[in-house]
Each structure stands twice: as structure tokens, then as C-alpha cells.
């Protein structure tokens, strides 16, 4: 069975320090991996996927994730963090050769202080 | 270009009364996803259609809930009778669906229930 780890339930920083949100996976098979983004009373939107090739993948509004093999992880980055980033994060994983039912992580809530 | 489309965004139901979503995919999108999102969790997936045919079920409680996807396009999802269990917000999405698993997902505002 698949699963996604969000180790941190919250994670605080300053407007325009560098933010990381952390996501661990476990699958059979190829792992493929996305990252969406929760503003409240809004349905998810897509920020990035991994499917293969290039570990560290460039995504929307300047979001970036680096897929770690050996670490099973999937972080994600941005360089300068604004406050209009904050929002709820889902880290998600489907796999080669399996059913296309995606596992989503609980999220991770990203809090900007100005 | 128009989103995903669901109605209602906020329904209260008093338990055991029936309840119906209705979804409008984005369009071209064969592939779409009835997800079900509680509190302080990710979306857990109900059912997959790709154009009419459901294909991923197996989460979906078909002893109270229902779905379909007349003509490939629109789908609604019901639950009779509603349970104290299933406030939840309840979201739909749709992909293209040209490449299964790496297909990106676009999902609509959900629709939020409360069973009092």
C-alpha cells in the first residue's frame, strides 16, 4: 500500500526567508508525486509534479520540490517566502503500475508572518 | 477557461434526509474524481470515472452513496440517508486523463456538508 508522510502539521516562517515543506512517500513500483496548494473555502490547486527526468522540479508562483530517492522524500521549496503563501500544503503519490488512486498526505499548514 | 464547477458550496441536512452534489468538469476532461476531504485531512478518493464508466469504486459506501456520469460530461454524487459521519467537504475534480497516473489534477471548490 501507498502512503504519504507530512511530518509537520504547521510551519512558521518570516516573509522572505526560505520555506520548506516536508513530504516522505512510500510505494511499490515508481513513485509520481505532486504538490497542491489549499487556500481557505477554495478547492486544491496543482503546484508541481515529479513524474521522472530531472530531480528538482520548478512549479507555479516560484514553488519548487526536489525528489530524494534514497530519502524517499519530496520537499518543497521556495527561496523567499510571501505572505500571501500561506495555506494549506498536500503532498500526493500515485505509482507506476498501480490503480490511479492517488494517497494524499494530511497537509501542512504554512504560516508567512509579515 | 472555466473551472471545475460544483453546487452547492454549503449544505445543512438534517440525518437520514437524502443529499445530492452535482459537478461540472472542465471541459475535454475525461477523467473525473469524487474526493472526500474531513477536517485536518487530505482528499480520500470516492470514485473515478473515466468518461461514463466508474472505474475506482472501492471507497465509495455503496450501501448510502451513489454516483453518476450520465453522457461523460456532469456528475452528480448522492447520499440516502445521510449519517452524523458524512459532514465532510466533498470535492470533485477532473484531468484530462491522456496519461492515468501522472495526470494533473484540477479540482473545484467542494462542497461543504453539515448533517445535524
Known amino acids: 500500500a501507498q502512503s504519504v508522510a507530512q511530518p509537520e502539521d504547521q510551519v512558521n516562517v518570516a516573509e522572505g526567508n526560505p520555506l520548506t515543506v516536508k513530504c516522505t512517500y512510500s510505494?511499490?513500483?515508481?513513485?509520481?508525486l505532486f504538490w497542491y496548494v489549499q487556500y481557505p473555502n477554495r478547492g486544491l490547486q496543482f503546484l508541481l509534479k515529479y513524474i521522472t527526468g530531472d530531480n528538482l522540479v520548478k512549479g507555479s508562483y516560484g514553488f519548487e520540490a526536489e525528489f530524494n530517492k534514497s530519502q524517499t522524500s519530496f520537499h518543497l521549496k521556495k527561496p523567499s517566502a510571501l505572505v500571501s503563501d500561506s495555506a494549506l500544503y498536500f503532498c500526493a503519490v500515485t505509482a507506476s503500475g498501480g490503480s490511479y488512486i492517488p494517497t494524499f498526505g494530511r497537509g501542512t499548514s504554512l504560516i508567512v508572518h509579515p | 477557461e472555466a473551472g471545475v464547477v460544483q453546487s452547492p458550496r454549503y449544505k445543512i441536512i438534517e440525518k437520514k434526509q437524502p443529499v445530492a452534489f452535482w459537478c461540472n468538469p472542465i471541459?475535454?476532461?475525461?477523467?473525473l474524481y469524487w474526493y472526500l476531504q474531513n477536517l485536518g485531512q487530505g482528499p480520500e478518493l470516492l470514485i473515478r470515472y473515466e468518461n461514463e464508466e466508474a472505474v475506482d469504486d472501492s471507497q465509495l459506501p455503496k450501501d448510502r452513496f451513489s454516483a453518476e456520469r450520465l453522457k461523460g460530461v456532469d456528475s452528480t454524487l448522492k447520499i440516502q440517508p445521510a449519517e452524523l459521519g458524512d459532514s465532510a467537504v466533498y470535492l470533485c475534480a477532473s484531468s484530462l486523463g491522456l496519461s492515468g497516473d501522472t495526470d494533473t489534477q484540477y479540482f473545484g471548490p467542494g462542497t461543504r456538508l453539515t448533517v445535524l
Open positions: 510505494v511499490s513500483g515508481n513513485p509520481y
Open positions: 471541459s475535454g476532461h475525461n477523467t
